[in-house]
């Protein structure tokens, strides 16, 4: 059985891209997009295992993506980014069940210390 993919979602493709190849060398299999769509086509078909998702997304907002995300499966832990210092964004983040909200530049290796223990607790 495949193990559940980690899926990095992102308006910008690139910073998806850098931030999913990044996971996968550190053993986590993570692939990227930049629409909410392809999250939660990947949610509906069982094999997502945490989102990190971004406030921005090229076809809906990173909060709706995580309410979508969050009827489809209530356990499936979602990480989000943001650029945006707004105190409201990570309020409203956390209403829709956001287990960590990182500002950007993201720190790569806290994130992948989150990443370890929701995958983690969600495995074992």
Known sequence: M??????VADADGEAARL????????????????????????????????????????DMSGHALASWLKQ?????PILMTSGDYRPELEMRARQVGVL???HKPTD???????????VGAECG
């Open 2 to 7: 495949e193990p559940p993919v980690i899926i």
């Open 19 to 58: 931030l999913a190849d990044y996971l996968s060398r550190q053993g986590f299999p993570a692939s990227h997009t930049s629409r909410g769509e392809d999250a939660i086509r990947l949610a509906r078909s069982g094999k997502l295992g945490l989102a990190i998702v971004d406030v921005s997304l090229v």
């Open 72 to 76: 489809i499966d209530r356990e499936i």
């Open 100 to 102: 960590y909200y990182a």
């Open 108 to 118: 790569y290796g806290r994130l992948q210390t989150v990443v370890a223990k929701a």
